[in-house]
């Protein structure tokens, strides 16, 4: 495989570890099948390894028919996974698997978000994922309640305002509706918001009661839920992804609001792209980005590359970004080999 790019303070921008860069090409695969009406398939497992020397030059290979669709993968956070979320990932797998369950599923965990390594919390977290992924149709999402503790102050009877820092912050607005003086809301554990406003609803009205109740100079701390969401992957004909759960998670200290560092980032891994294909042969090049998102409409991809200069990315056929369980385009194909 070639080298990695380098990123924005000089670190490595890698193509995701095995595990995660299967699932997201197969992610990609089942995505190019419903909008293209062909069938795509990574290349087959006896394959020559991405290490030798008689591999292709790109990070994997699709087939459709007798074309090869050459890929380059990269995540849009420096860094690896944390081994917490790999961990994670692993027992919840091996508890699929003594439960007999083959199916391939997917975590996407929200920027900021760590995966639990210490008890209870970690257990509580394994049991609540093993049992959100029950049922779960191929290509389905769902999201799942995970309980985190929040902070609200009363600090003046005058007003009616909240002043919100964390993943609340968005809704400030809502919470201040009806508010008797001047609060502070701590949502910093809330990385996610649900996407029904139902449930949106419900989450405001828990932290109105709460302040209703309080006096000037009080603070008190209450449960509320993070909205992570898992996902089984989709089924491609002819091909399987990684049984077990894949946790697709950035570092930490990861912000994706960090608009310098996107566009280095998106820089790096397009020259990457350009690079594989000038050192192979395919019919098409297509990069597939990995990012860390709450919400996929929320991505700023599309912006970024919209800043660059097309002969930048001239040579790159197609760009698509998967997270958030969910795959959407970002650079539309100009043309496409099975319609020459």
């Not at 978000?113 to 992924?133: F, K, Y």
């Not at 999402?141 to 009363?154: C, F, H, M, N, T």
């Not at 968005?170 to 029904?196: C, F, I, K, N, Q």
Request: charged share 25%; net charge negative; glycine share 8%.
């Amino acid at each position: 495989m070639p080298p990695a790019a380098e990123g924005p303070a000089g670190g490595p921008l890698d193509a995701p570890a095995e595990r995660e860069r299967a699932a997201a090409l197969h992610m990609l695969a089942a995505w190019l099948g419903e909008r293209f009406f062909r069938t795509f398939r990574p290349a087959p497992a006896d394959a020559p390894p991405p290490a030798s020397p008689d591999a292709p030059p790109f990070d994997a290979l699709l087939t459709q028919r007798e074309r090869r669709i050459a890929v380059t993968v990269g995540t849009l956070w420096e860094g690896e996974t944390p081994a917490a979320a790999r961990s994670f990932g692993a027992l919840v797998s091996a508890d699929l698997a003594a439960a007999h369950d083959p199916e391939a599923y997917a975590l996407w965990l929200p920027p900021g978000a760590s995966a639990p390594v210490e008890e209870p919390e970690r257990s509580a977290q394994r049991l609540l994922v093993t049992r959100g992924l029950a049922g779960l149709a191929a290509g389905e999402r769902r999201e799942l309640r995970v309980p985190v503790s929040i902070r609200l102050a009363k600090i003046d009877a005058a007003g009616a305002y909240v002043s919100v820092v964390g993943g609340l912050s968005s809704v400030w607005t809502d919470l201040s509706e009806g508010a008797s003086g001047a609060y502070h809301l701590d949502s910093r554990e809330v990385h996610r918001l649900p996407e029904e406003r139902a449930e949106m609803e419900l989450l405001i009205a828990r932290v109105r009661d709460r302040a209703a109740l309080l006096e000037v100079g009080e603070v008190t701390s209450f449960e509320l839920s993070d909205s992570w969401l898992v996902s089984r992957l989709p089924d491609v004909p002819g091909a399987s992804a990684p049984a077990g759960l894949t946790v697709f998670a950035a570092p930490p200290e990861h912000d994706p609001l960090d608009g310098a560092v996107l566009r280095r980032g998106l820089r790096a891994h397009v020259a990457r792209a350009l690079a594989q294909r000038a050192a192979g042969r395919c019919d098409m090049s297509l990069l597939l980005l990995v990012g860390a998102i709450a919400h996929m409409p929320e991505e700023r991809v599309t912006a970024a590359l919209r800043g660059m200069n097309p002969a930048a990315y001239g040579g790159v056929d197609l760009i698509a970004l998967a997270g958030d369980g969910l795959v959407r385009q970002i650079l539309q194909p100009r043309s496409l080999p099975w319609e020459r």
